[in-house]
């Protein structure tokens, strides 16, 4: 897994190389996302219980509470089947949910066949400084508890089910 320093840059870099073909590989991000998106990461007033990425152009990523209340903090940008998947960051710095789409940022992951059984995932986050004054506190997404976690996480299920098939 490699990062960028983005403290001199408005977007961050992530990879991962899983084990599996493109196909599983991009399956597995955009079907199972609540496996890969921490439960702990919460703007809920109470515990989530699943997150839902909705697998199309216009389709929203939400979290939905034990008590069915929804938190819908992406927009899907992009929907490219098994290469490209593109959503924005409808989060602030201080954690609240931005309703300016102009002040939002993008988050690109693109998924690149290495070998018919290896696919390299690359994550871009991107426009950090549409979100305005105090933007830099997003750069810290692609530490240990950010954008590294969730490729972390999204390998073990990539890798788990393609064990299983």
């Known amino acids: 897994m490699t990062s960028a ?15 599996t073909p493109i196909e599983h590989a991009f399956g597995v991000f955009t079907e199972r996302f609540d496996e890969i998106k921490p439960h702990e990461h919460n703007l809920l007033a109470v515990p ?4 839902v990425l909705e697998p199309r152009v216009g389709g929203t990523i939400y979290d939905v509470g034990v008590d069915g209340s929804i938190c819908t903090w992406a927009r899907v940008l992009a929907y ?9 960051w409808d989060i602030g710095p201080q954690w609240q949910i931005e309703s300016d789409p102009n002040r939002t940022s993008e988050v690109e992951i693109r998924f690149v066949a290495e070998a018919p059984e290896r696919t390299r995932v690359d994550l871009e986050h991107r426009h ?3 979100h305005g004054e105090g933007w830099q506190a997003l750069s810290g997404l692609d530490t240990g508890n950010g954008w590294p976690l969730y490729l972390q996480r999204f390998r073990a299920a990539a890798e788990r089910s393609a064990a299983r098939a």
């Not at 989530?48 to 997150?51: E, K, L, M, S, V």
């Open 128 to 130: 950090l400084d549409r």
């Open 48 to 51: 989530i219980a699943r997150t």
């Open 80 to 88: 490219d089947p098994p290469h490209r998947l593109v959503f924005s």
């Open 5 to 19: 320093n983005p403290q001199e840059q408005t977007s961050l870099h992530v990879s991962v190389t899983v084990e």
